[in-house]
């Protein structure tokens, strides 16, 4: 799966903004897709995830209540919606895409199991 995410930007505290990512390959619906953030000086963090029939999500505990991630596999597409965004949500983004669901969907997670990567886009939660 080739994925592409887009909608990074800038934005206040306490402001909102959609990440989306746009994938292409024949296991997109089949995947189980992520999101991963990786602030500077920092290891990469799990943020959310999202199986493949969109039945099943998972967040970071501390993206809980302010983040949703959904899924429109007609269109390949997986987005993000953040809400409430604080200065700590600063990072870049990453959507990724697990295949074969051997990834780990929780708080502290870095990827692991995950194949296919985007290129990540920035959001930068600022006054």
């Known amino acids: 799966v080739q994925l592409q995410a887009s909608g990074g930007g800038l934005v206040q505290p306490g402001g909102s903004l959609t990440l989306s990512c746009s994938a292409a390959g024949r296991t997109f619906s089949t995947s189980t897709m992520g999101w991963f953030r990786q602030a500077p000086g920092k290891d990469r963090e799990f943020v959310s995830a999202i199986s493949s029939n969109g039945n099943s999500k998972w967040y970071a505990d501390a993206v809980k209540d302010r983040f949703t991630i959904s899924r429109d596999n007609a269109n390949r597409m997986v987005y993000l919606q953040m809400n409430s965004l604080k200065p700590e949500d600063t990072a870049v983004y990453y959507c990724?895409?697990?295949?074969?669901?051997?990834?780990?969907?929780?708080?502290?997670?870095?990827?692991?199991?995950?194949?296919?990567w985007g290129q990540g886009t920035q959001v930068t939660v600022s006054s």
């Open positions: 990724a895409a697990d295949k074969l669901r051997l990834g780990h969907y929780y708080t502290g997670a870095t990827g692991t199991g995950f194949d296919s």
